[in-house]
């Protein structure tokens, strides 16, 4: 039987709960399909902070290293907002994804057809449905270049720059292009090419590689027209690759016109592809500790894990068509039930989850 070790860094407010969820609807497929996990939790965040004054422990460094993958809840919240900027809870996640080499952030933007009343686009337009997978580069561009402040012409001004290399394009546009492999074999390629120097250079690299995929269909757009193009028609698109900065933006656009927060999950990766696994969704304080977070984001990071970092995509869809069909069957969680009083509990949606896994009707 194959073994995977698994890190598990809970974190803080609902981080605990959604984990827990994840780690058993891991086990169940995992004992249907011949493979088995080992957990090992490691202290982040807020959490880490109490424990022993610092967000990211070199022990939680080490140990993720040491695993085959991570799964993250989130970090974060009220109790550690007025610490200073280097101890902050969220310092940890840059710092764990700089000591991974976490260079692509991949999200899915789906939605679920059970839930097109919570889509905030026309009705339409929400009818037709739309499956994305953005694929952002995480550890250049304008976040990462050189910056600073200085004595301008007219005073005090700021200044950030872009800067990309070949390389980091490269490597990029290469995971998106076998990333649409894996699905309806699309690439769009968005930039600021009339504008931009590092986005002339995006999309000339964009189109080299494209010939080595002549199987995937390929479009550029500009980012412009890609921020309305995502509401007006969201399903033209397949895979979407973009800078650091846009896909920031972007991605956070499309996980809003599925409706759910609770519902996204996400995956960082670097060269192994070993990677991070996480909700896009942050620590909710303010349902933290009682039983009412949608588990649904992590246990879809779970699924994804299983796909990218161990190559075991019988399970991996076994587990996206477990969550379909609790939908369908019209089970709920607060975030996504509408307005409706009854719906389940964090432990009582993963329950239906397994069940569904297990083949009996939900
Ligand atoms: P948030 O995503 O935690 O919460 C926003 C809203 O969505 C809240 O009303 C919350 O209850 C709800 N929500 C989020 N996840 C949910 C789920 N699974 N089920 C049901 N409802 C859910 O964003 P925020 O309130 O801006 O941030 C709270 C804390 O989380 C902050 O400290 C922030 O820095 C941190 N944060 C962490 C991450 C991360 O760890 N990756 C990401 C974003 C924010």
Redesign the pocket.
């Known amino acids: 039987m194959k073994t995977y070790k698994i890190g598990l860094l809970k974190?803080?407010?609902?981080?605990p709960e959604?984990v827990e969820s994840a780690v058993r609807v891991l086990e169940a497929v995992g004992k249907k399909h011949g493979v088995s996990f080992v957990f090992t939790p490691y202290l982040i965040?807020?959490a880490a902070i109490d424990a022993c004054g610092q967000p990211l422990p070199q022990e939680t460094v080490e140990g993720c290293l040491a695993s085959d993958s991570v799964l993250?809840?989130?970090?974060?919240?009220?109790k550690?907002?007025g610490l200073p900027g280097n101890i902050?809870?969220?310092k940890a996640?840059l710092g764990i994804r700089a000591a991974m080499g976490l260079f692509t952030n991949l999200r899915p933007a789906k939605l679920y057809p059970a839930l097109k009343n919570a889509c905030p686009l026309r009705e339409d337009i929400a009818a037709k449905g739309f499956d994305i997978m953005i694929v952002r580069e995480l550890t250049g561009g304008i976040y990462f270049g050189d910056r600073g402040y200085r004595d301008g012409e007219y005073g005090e001004e700021a200044y950030d720059t872009e800067r990309y290399s070949r390389m980091e394009i490269e490597r990029i546009v290469r995971v998106a292009f076998e990333t649409a492999r894996k699905r309806r074999k699309k690439v769009t390629s968005i930039d600021k090419a009339n504008v931009l120097e590092t986005s002339r250079l995006w999309r000339k690299i964009f189109h080299e590689i494209a010939e080595q995929y002549p199987d995937v269909e390929i479009a550029d757009m500009l980012v412009d027209n890609a921020a309305m193009q995502l509401v007006r028609d969201p399903s033209q698109f397949d895979v979407i690759v973009t800078s650091n900065m846009f896909g920031d933006i972007l991605s956070d656009e499309a996980s809003q016109i599925t409706g759910s927060?609770?519902?996204l999950p996400s995956a960082s990766l670097n060269d192994g592809k070993r990677g991070l696994y996480?909700?896009?969704?942050?620590?909710?304080?303010?349902?933290a500790g009682q039983n009412?977070?949608?588990?649904?984001?992590?246990v879809l990071s779970a699924a994804m894990m299983l796909l990218y970092a161990f190559d075991e995509r019988a399970a991996s869809d076994d587990i996206v068509t477990a969550v379909d069909k609790v939908l369908q069957a019209g089970y709920r969680?607060?975030?996504?039930a509408n307005g409706a009083t009854m719906y389940l509990s964090?432990s009582e949606m993963t329950d239906k989850i397994i069940q569904s896994l297990s083949g009996e009707k939900v």
């Open positions: 974190g803080d407010g609902i981080g959604i965040g807020g993250l809840g989130a970090v974060g919240g009220p550690w907002d902050r809870p969220e996640l927060i609770g519902m996480e909700p896009i969704h942050g620590s909710a304080p303010d349902i009412k977070a949608n588990p649904i984001a992590t969680t607060a975030d996504i964090t």
